[in-house]
Each structure stands twice: as C-alpha cells, then as structure tokens.
C-alpha cells in the first residue's frame, strides 16, 4: 500500500480540503470491469453494464455521489456524457418506476413523487454515517 495526505483548495468554491489517498496493487482479474466502463477512454454506461446494477449498487452510488436537495434526491453523473444518462434514467425508470430529470450540470435529479420509492430502495443500504442524507418521510 501507498497512502499520502492530499490538501487542495476547489477552484470553483475556494474551500480547502484534506484527504487521505490509498493505492494497492490492481488486481488484473478486474480489468474486464475497467474496460467495460473506460473502453472509449473516458466513463460511459451501458444497457449491459446496467443489467448488472442493483439496489445495492443504487445505495452506494447515492452514498458516494448523491446528495438530499429541495425535498428529494440528486445522483452526481457530471462525468457521464448524454447517452449514459440517458440510459442510467431509463434504467431507473423501468427497473424501479423511479422518475428523474436531468439538470443542466447533467445531474440526475429524482422527481418529488418518486423520492418516496428512491429512500425505500436504498434505505436498506445505507450505512449508519451516511444516514444523514436520509430523510424522515
């Protein structure tokens, strides 16, 4: 293992921030996952990568990447480009009934009438210090 501190301000808030960073060896048996998501070089989802997306994978993304904003949800995808955004909120759509928006950052917004269904999903999931971007319905 390699583990250092990072300090840096964000260009776009001027807020500082630490963090502590850990490399390990890769393991080449996970290559195939790499390749799926970064093939054209850059991070983009696909209907076969989604097939294997679960309520567990919608609870860790929510807890890495998601916030609770105006009564309801936010999943970050600005990395994303369109098609995978748009394959990611048909997904949501047709596994779960779980209706979004795009917002202009190319966030997925999840709509109020389906907030309820979204926590019901993920709640199982989440980890007792993350259950602060739960809310009390």
Known sequence: FQTYTRNKVD????????????????????????????????????????????????ATHYMDDGSKTSGTFTLYTTSFNNTSIDIFRGYLKDKWNIETTK????????????????????????????????YDF
């Open 11 to 58: 260009e776009r808030t001027g807020i500082y921030y630490e963090s502590a960073v850990v490399y390990s060896k890769s393991n080449s048996a996970l290559n195939y996952l790499h390749e799926q998501f970064y093939g054209q070089g850059h991070k983009e989802l696909s209907e076969d990568i989604m097939k294997n997306y679960t309520d567990l994978s919608l």
């Open 103 to 134: 917002k202009s950052s190319n966030d997925v917004y999840i709509r109020a009438k389906s907030r309820g269904i979204f926590q019901e999903i993920i709640k199982p999931h989440i980890i007792p210090s993350m259950e602060y971007k739960l």
